[in-house]
């Protein structure tokens, strides 16, 4: 999924104008010196991001899967779903990104026929096992909060990790196709016709057609789709609440109250996660299919330029945004994060139902229903199941 040019996470089409490339097909809307400052300013505030990125995103993944794995409190359905997410994150961190701050110091392609055809394919599973793996999140919490009849047993948590591992399996199989067109190819300079450069293109340079088809199932695929379901569950999700709320008598007890809270928390940060992911890659979609369409109409000017580096830096932002948000978000996992940071040696927590594990082996009275308390089915030690009252 690279370009000869300026660099989109989705490919631009090949053969397109780059003001900061001296083998462009077109002049810049600015002078050769004002071209290299640029190309100067771009690299060094590029490279500066990449860093940023991949060392924030590096420490928010990691400590997020090593609480989830050291944590067995926290090994609940929608963490399970959470640590995916920042599996596929992590995957992107260490292998695109680094490739692709390369390219700023270097106008050819050099990682070699092998590279060209994996990092697109890596670049596509991370943000289908994003998306995908969001669109369950938001299935999980419907069935929590609009069917909460629906009894999850012991065996939950192995089915969603066999859930989990569909995803990932259709990500990468999807993601093939990238593998199959994407080739290295020597391209010749518009100005010199003796100068050539090497260059990873996403698709066949004969086909005109391909690169619209190409953004737009991309678009559909990856983004529209995926946040329409979403949107679908989160609408159920929104009008069950309220209409909740009006029935709730006047006095409820504590426990039903903290289980209302307790759902309406998650489902709140599924719904900051699905947010991030729609503002970190709309813009860099959009910028695709405009480039697609409108390919031999490219505009060279300085601010199609910074819209397109902004595009590329909030899509691969992504990628290490998502922790942090469940830090503002989760007292309890905010207390699990401090305590990783100090390497173990702060006070332990106090051992209480975190509002992440409260579901991971109930489901609880629907919330619809008007009693002041709520039975639960949880498994007991032994694999079977126990009634209890539980405060979540």
Known sequence: M?????????????????????NSTEEPSWTSEGAESVHVAVRCVMTSAYLLIISVGLLGNITLVRIFITNSAMRSVPNIFISSLAAGDLLLLVTCVPVDAFRYFSEEWVFG?????????????????????????SADRYKAIVNPMDIQTSSAVFWTCLKAASIWLLSVLLAVPEAVFSQVVTMTGHRDSNVTFVNCVPYPLSNELHPRIHSVLLFLVYFLVPLSIISVYYYHIARTLIRSAHDMPGEVSDHTRRQMETRKRLAKIVLVFVGLFALC?????????????????????????????????????????????????????????????RCGRGPRPQRQPSYLHSTSHIRLTSIKKTTPTAAVIAPAANGGSSRQEVAL
């Open 2 to 22: 690279e370009d000869d040019f300026i660099p989109d996470v989705f490919p631009a089409r090949t053969g397109e104008a780059d003001p900061l490339n001296p």
């Open 113 to 137: 026929d092998a590279a060209c055809k994996l990092i697109p394919v890596i670049q596509l599973t991370s943000v289908g096992v994003s998306v995908f793996t969001l669109t369950a999140l």
């Open 281 to 341: 890659w709309f813009p860099n979609h959009v910028l695709y299919m405009y480039r697609s369409f409108h390919y031999r109409h490219m505009d060279l000017s300085l601010v199609h330029l910074v819209v397109t580096l902004l595009a590329r830096v909030l899509s691969f932002s992504s990628s290490c945004v998502n922790p942090f948000a469940l830090y503002l978000l989760s007292e309890s996992f905010r207390r699990h994060f401090n305590s990783q940071l």
